[in-house]
């Protein structure tokens, strides 16, 4: 894809959301990132669910450790893999008060060290509460970044290094959320939306032509 067309996949996608952000609720960076290593296969909305209780209870890391691992999987087991995603969260709860001073380190390095955080986690909470301009690829990403041709790769570092280099450093700092939510809607894993996508002729996916309004 030419950067005259990546400039307009984008421009199109910010003219729709000009202020996207993640759908995890949360009012804290702690809140944040328990709720991203939650949201590990799993969708926005069943944390969402698990987490509107969990938040009044255990709203900062000393609350989560001294709510405790039986606890805590008590309180989010709707959610798949509860129980070693609470023994992660009381982990790096614990890990954030040892190290920390029990905040949320603006460090990539420190992030990726904590129980349960890998790249992607750490990006998010890079681009969404210290603003930096890092694109954390999950399903929806990696599928649109080959599927549009914007990125192609075979894993997921590969297609974020591309990213990086593809997204015009205008759109960077939103990118991660333009397209996460543009394939969560629109551009569906198994039944994609062309029909009503803004940026159809800028796609170089050969199916789109095929894809018809269901009836």
């Known amino acids: 894809m030419k950067l005259a067309e990546r400039t307009e996949l984008f421009r199109r996608l910010a003219a729709i959301d000009p202020a ?15 709720a991203v290593i939650l949201s590990a296969q799993a969708t926005d909305r069943s944390v969402n669910l698990a987490t509107h209780n969990l938040f009044r209870v255990a709203p900062t890391a000393q609350a989560m450790v001294e709510l405790g691992e039986t606890k805590l999987a008590d309180a989010i087991k709707t959610i798949g893999l509860y129980k070693t995603k ?3 969260v009381v982990a790096t709860a614990r890990q954030l008060i ?15 060290a904590l129980p349960g955080v890998g790249r992607k986690t750490a990006n998010v909470i890079l681009n969404t509460v210290f603003h930096e301009p890092v694109i954390a690829v999950d399903t929806h990403i990696f599928r649109l970044a080959n599927r549009l041709g914007l990125a192609p790769g075979k894993d997921v570092v590969a297609v974020e290094k591309k990213l990086i280099k593809a997204v015009p450093a205008v759109y960077r700092l939103h990118a991660h959320h333009w ?5 969560r809607y629109v551009c569906k894993a198994r039944k994609p939306e062309c ?3 803004v940026i159809r002729d800028l796609c170089a996916w050969k199916e789109k032509n095929d894809v018809q309004p269901q009836p």
């Open 20 to 34: 996207p952000t993640t759908e995890l609720e949360y009012t804290s960076p702690f809140q944040l990132l328990v």
């Open 195 to 197: 029909w009503r996508c």
């Open 179 to 183: 397209l996460i939510l543009h394939g």
């Open 98 to 112: 040892e190290l920390h001073d029990g905040t949320v380190p603006h460090d990539r390095a420190a992030l990726e």
């Open 86 to 88: 609470a023994k992660n």
